[in-house]
Structures are given as C-alpha cells and as structure tokens.
C-alpha cells in the first residue's frame, strides 16, 4: 500500500505522528512551505518531523501546481490524506488516489460542514463536539465518514484551548482509522445530506467587536478569534485598532458609562463597560501604541 499525507497544521502534525505510530506505509510528505504559512493559523511544518523520520518529503506553496500533481500521480497512492489544509485541492489530485481522498473536519459532520469551524463552533456556543475523518469528494465536507472522536468545549476555552482538544481529538481518531485501513475493518458511512448545515467564511475584520451586544457574546467573540487567530478589537476613539486577546466578565457595581467606555486601564489591563456588566480585560495589545485614557470609547 502507498499512501501520501498533504498538511500544513496541527491536525497534520498529529496524523503524521499517528502513521508513523502504527507503522502505516507512507511514501511522501507534502508539506506546507515556511515561505508560504504566513496567513495560516497554527502553521507546522511537518517536513521537519518526516525528515527526522526518514520520510520523502516535498516542500509546496500551491498543491494544485503541476509539478506537485505529477509527482502525486508518479506514486500511484491508495490514500491521498490531505490534512489540514486550506487550500482545495483539484480533481487531478482526488483521481490520483486509487482507494480514496481522506479529509478531516473538527465538527460532528455533516453538521457545520466548511470554513473556520473552530471560531464557529465557539460563537455558536457548541459544548458537545466531534473531529471526523472522511472521503473528499467533490462536495464541501460531505463524502462517507471513516470516524469521528468526541471533544468537549467548555466556556472558559479559548481558541488555542479549542485547537489542543482538536489535536488531541484527531491522534485518537486517526490511530484508530488508521489501523483499521491496515487491517481491512474500516466501514465508511454515507452522511445524511437533510441533516447538513453550512459555515461560511470568516475574515479579520469580522473580529470588530459590537459593543451594543451582551458581554457574554462580546466574551465568546474574544475567546473564539483570540491567539492563533487574528483577535478580537475596538477602534480607540474609532481610529486605532486595540486587539483583546483575553477577559473576564464581571458585574459592574461601580462604573457608569456608555458600552465600548473604559472605565480604568494600567499597562497590563482595562476595564469596558458593557451594558450588562464590566469586560476586565487581562491581555490587549495596542497596535499603534498610543496613549489612551480613562472615559474614552473603543467603537
């Protein structure tokens, strides 16, 4: 059996782990290029661990470049597992895998199939959660399930907490999927399309907190868009961007003010007023570093 593994991030990391593991055969890497993980949230570069390992590996930019799809071609793999990547492959590449294309997911599919499912699932204030491991199939997350692993998001968790579980998640369900291929037992389950629901993408500027919303929300916005993500922030004095990568909620006995107001603020921490409580920020960042003040607005 040949197989090749194409990824970019933790849940890449954990499956290369995971094969090497249980001695699954694979005959090459695929592996993000440093060059090109700017944008990428959680960025590993798993060439690293196939070097250490005495796996072929291949450094890419854009999967989907012909020299990339050649070589994929040239191996001939059973497997093509193509893990956490965000860029789409092409068809080139799904029709190269003799048995099949395998994907993974964080979500309970076929429930929040597509983009940015850890922020979502956060916002969305999902507790009970599943990874899922699948065939890709020409369709957004929807081909048969090889598995899935429960996790569980608690209402402390920050996105960097969420992403632990996911990983966490993955290595048990891809040791197990992965024996299972081996020995023959692996038993691919169709999705059932009525129950498919769909995530659309998220970009940075949607981390603009609304100070009109209820501290809880503004809370969960912090949690799910906080490190490694780009952040959640308010716009001091609607000009400079103050990013607010952690807080807690408090009851607000002391302070009135209008929402988005701050109501104190030291080097390490502020205190916003919100309309249903005070928002005690423990870490922000100043992006242009200038001096702020007690009674102005982040809007």
Not at 202 to 207: M, N, Y
Request: negative net charge.
């Amino acid at each position: 059996m040949k197989s090749v593994l194409i990824g970019s991030v933790g849940s890449s990391k954990e499956m290369l782990e995971a094969m090497i593991e249980v001695g699954f055969p694979i005959t090459c890497v695929f592996s993000l290029d440093e060059a090109a993980s700017g944008p990428v949230s959680g960025y590993q570069p798993i060439h690293e661990l196939a070097e250490a390992n005495g796996i072929r590996y291949k450094k890419f930019t854009k999967i989907n470049d012909e020299e990339n799809v050649a070589l994929i071609r040239e191996i001939e793999p059973d497997y093509i597992f193509v893990i956490g990547l965000s860029q789409l492959v092409k068809k080139e590449i799904i029709d190269a895998a003799k048995v099949g294309v395998v994907g993974f997911h964080p979500t309970a599919l076929p429930k929040m199939r597509g983009r940015a499912a850890n922020v979502w699932q956060v916002l969305l204030g999902i507790h009970e959660a599943k990874v899922s491991l699948f065939f890709i199939d020409e369709g957004t997350d929807s081909g048969d399930i090889l598995g899935q692993e429960p996790y569980l998001i608690e209402d402390t968790d920050y996105a960097e907490d969420v992403g632990r579980k996911i990983d966490e998640a993955a290595s048990k369900l891809s040791r197990r999927v992965l024996r299972q291929i081996m020995d023959g037992t692996i038993s691919p389950v169709k999705q059932n399309e009525e129950e498919a629901t769909y995530l659309l993408k998220r970009s940075p500027e949607d981390g603009l907190i609304d100070w009109s919303l209820s501290i809880s929300e503004i809370h969960r916005l912090i949690r799910a868009v906080s490190r490694p993500f780009p952040g959640a922030f308010g716009m001091y004095d609607g000009k400079h961007q103050v990013i607010l990568w952690r807080a807690e909620m408090q009851e607000n006995t002391k302070y009135i003010g209008m929402n988005g107001q701050i109501a104190a603020i030291t080097e390490d921490s502020m205190d916003i007023v919100c309309r249903d409580g005070l928002l005690h920020v423990t870490d922000y960042e100043n992006v242009d570093g200038v001096r702020m003040f007690v009674g102005h607005k982040l809007r």
